[in-house]
T-cell receptor, first 115, second 111 residues
């Protein structure tokens, strides 16, 4: 019953460093998402992927890149971290087709601090 | 553009009192709306969705297309209801869907 698994759980980066957040789901979902959660701003969509091989920008894509490696995995990369990217990052997946989106399942989150 | 608005950052009520968490949306298509909840130290999880029209943990939400609202209600609040609540909208682009969340409301139930 793994569901959605994110790694790492915590990370501290220096400004300018790069890193990749990993996400994998074992529910055979077609859609996957990356969000950031900031106080007072809720969850903001960074990127999403409707299917293997496709990715689209969300509300706040600047400073991030993503890769939908296969149906299971969807990674988020920060090429040059900035303090403004300090946040809690969540990966999620859902089954979306025929105009209906099922329940989204979330990972446990990655708490990232950029100093 | 799609948008979900939750006007209250914090809502504090006494145990046993009624609760209403407000949610308004902006979407040109046929909306698919959800309420998610995040309890302390737990993952975000689905509370209910408008398609199901069910009551979960005593909570209900009715989609009002005229007022573009999907408010979450419970007649008698319990202490275990204290959590962060997010309203969400599933928006469709061609054959792809993205889920947009509101800014969240922290519900605090006082004993």
């Amino acid at each position: 019953n793994a569901g959605v698994t994110q790694t790492p759980k915590f990370q501290v980066l220096k400004t300018g460093q790069s890193m990749t957040l990993q996400c994998a789901q074992d529910m055979n979902h077609n859609s996957m998402y990356w969000y950031r959660q900031d106080p007072g701003m809720g969850l903001r969509l960074i990127y999403y992927s409707a299917s293997e091989g496709t990715t689209d920008k969300g509300e706040v894509p600047n400073g991030y890149n993503v890769s939908r490696l296969n149906k299971r995995e969807f990674s988020l990369r920060l090429e040059s971290a900035a303090p403004s990217q300090t946040s809690v990052y969540f990966c999620a997946s859902s089954e979306a087709h025929g105009g209906v989106n099922t329940e989204a399942f979330f990972g446990q989150g990655t708490r990232l601090t950029v100093v | 553009a799609q948008r979900v608005t939750q006007p209250e950052k914090l809502l504090s009520v006494f145990k046993g009192a009624p609760v209403e968490l407000k949610c308004n949306y902006s979407y040109s298509g046929s909306p698919e709306l959800f309420w998610y909840v995040q309890y302390s130290r737990q993952r975000l999880q689905l509370l209910l969705r408008h398609i199901s029209r069910e009551s979960i943990k005593g909570f209900t939400a009715d989609l009002n297309k005229g007022e573009t609202s999907f408010h979450l209600k419970k007649p008698f609040a319990q202490e275990e209801d204290s959590a962060m609540y997010y309203c969400a909208l599933s928006a469709w682009y061609s054959s792809a869907s993205k889920i947009i969340f509101g800014s969240g409301t922290r519900l605090s139930i006082r004993p």
